[in-house]
């Protein structure tokens, strides 16, 4: 017999994929019904659809276990995304000047024909998520060494 | 912060999987207490207290 911990634990857990799922074909079925099938208007509203069943996914699974770490668990954490993350951001400002260089030159040679402004946007903004969770990682790595 | 916790644990010949247990932390956070790298917050440290039948500062003492 499940405790009710474990029982409340599996009901957020179906909540999270039930969520997620119910988010990306409801909102697909209306985008496409207002959209048509193939029209291309519809892709970045797919796209929208489909990052907002994946944030309620994560969200909800934040939700779930976050409270269910020990205090230590909870400590390491908010040190390691504060200070590896802060870090981060501070660390890859020199690599964003250096990007800036002759206008971008470099980026865009390497883009080619992709790189229009919202691909250079996207780019930026997936760098630096990418830095702050490697960075994240390191600190929690740094923690775990100090304190095990 | 140091603290009496791993021979207060010893005579009650407890492991630190069973005292993690009746806390509701992990092993891995008993052990960084009793070594004196994690402080516990205050209701842990309350927790702890309760669990030894005895008062803080028994347990606990600035360095």
Known sequence: ?148 | MKNHLRAMRAERNWSQAELAERLDVSRQSVNAIETGKYDPSLPLAFKIARIFDLPIEAIFWDQ
């Open chain 1, 1 to 148: 017999m499940p405790s009710p911990r474990h029982v409340a634990f599996i009901k957020s857990v179906a909540v999270a994929v039930i969520g997620a799922v119910v988010i990306w074909f409801g909102a697909a079925a209306v985008i496409l019904a207002v959209f048509g099938r193939h029209a291309p208007a519809a892709a970045p509203w797919l796209a929208l659809a489909k990052f907002a069943s994946l944030a309620f996914a994560a969200a909800v699974g934040w939700l779930i276990s976050w409270p269910r770490l020990d205090e230590m668990e909870q400590e390491t954490r908010k040190f390691s995304w504060f200070i590896g993350s802060t870090a981060a951001i501070l660390l890859t400002a020199p690599f964003m000047l250096l990007w800036l260089v002759n206008g971008g030159a470099f980026l865009a040679q390497h883009l080619g024909a992709r790189g229009t402004p919202g691909a250079f946007f996207a780019l930026g903004w997936i760098s630096l998520v990418f830095a702050q969770m490697l960075g994240s990682l390191v600190a929690r790595v740094g923690w775990w060494a100090a304190k095990r």
